[in-house]
Nanobody, 115 residues
Framework: QVQLVESGGGLVQAGGSLRLSCAAS????????MGWYRRAPGKQRELVAT???????NYAGSVKGRFTISRDGAKNTVSLQMNSLKPEDTAVYYC?????????WGQGTQVTVSS
């Protein structure tokens, strides 16, 4: 079992910044992929960014250049620095850990960007 606890969501004006953090606990293996997904109102959940245990990153095109994902392997945490936020970034953001093709999800944290 893997437990994920997110923090850092909130309300921000367009152009502002937020930092999301996620702490993983439980059966965390050395090799895995951690990431962030989001679900906007009326839309399906979509990938935002992922990072492997080796440090390889992948970003959605809509956030590339504005968001930065990072992780601390020793602490089993993953963070998402979000800059130049836009109203279309408004969504519930979910932390994810994928190991051995099994997904674990956090409860989600709301990010609202006002115009």
């Amino acid at each position: 079992q893997v437990q994920l606890v997110e923090s850092g969501g909130g309300l921000v004006q367009a152009g502002g910044s937020l930092r999301l953090s996620c702490a993983a606990s439980g059966n965390i293996f050395r090799f895995n992929t951690m990431g962030w997904y989001r679900r906007a109102p009326g839309k399906q959940r979509e990938l935002v960014a992922t990072i492997t245990s080796g440090g390889s990153t992948n970003y959605a095109g809509s956030v590339k250049g504005r968001f930065t994902i990072s992780r601390d392997g020793a602490k089993n945490t993953v963070s998402l620095q979000m800059n130049s936020l836009k109203p279309e970034d408004t969504a519930v953001y979910y932390c994810n850990v994928n190991q051995w093709s099994v997904d674990a999800w956090g409860q989600g944290t709301q990010v609202t960007v006002s115009s």
